[in-house]
């Protein structure tokens, strides 16, 4: 569904939804599977240095408290995985929130309900 990389793609997020279920990965970090592909799926995501979380449709906080996080990221793809046509979402994205801070948890459920 969204996919924000790095120039070399060595640093970046991935959230998608595939039939293994909702997956959400920070690269260098946390990687998470939010349970099984349901529709519609709302997703938050929050870090910083050593405090990952992430919820979908407003259930339970998943969280990680080891890894650096992303850094450097410079593309940023809507609808497929690295801007090659590759892993295309067939469905729709509503709305895409970006906050340049890190949200506490509550927030989070509060995002994706």
């Known amino acids: 569904m969204f996919t924000a990389w ?4 060595s640093s970046g997020l991935v959230i998608y939804d595939d039939s293994s279920g909702c997956s959400v990965e920070v690269n260098p970090g946390a990687s ?8 519609p799926t709302n997703v938050a995501l929050a870090y910083k240095v050593n ?11 998943s969280t ?9 990221l410079n593309a940023m793809y809507i609808g497929n995985n690295v801007g090659n046509g590759s892993n295309m979402h067939n469905g729709h994205i509503a709305r895409l929130r970006y ?4 949200l506490i948890n509550s927030q989070l459920v509060a995002l994706s309900t």
């Not at 992430?54 to 906080?61: D, E, F, I, W």
């Not at 990680?64 to 450097?72: E, M, Q, R, W």
Request: charged share 10%.
């Open 6 to 9: 790095n120039a070399g793609f």
């Open 32 to 39: 998470f599977v939010l349970g099984s592909s349901v529709s």
């Open 51 to 61: 405090d990952f979380s992430a919820v979908r449709n407003g259930g339970t906080v």
């Open 64 to 72: 990680d408290t080891s890894g650096a996080g992303p850094s450097g």
């Open 99 to 102: 906050f340049n801070t890190r």
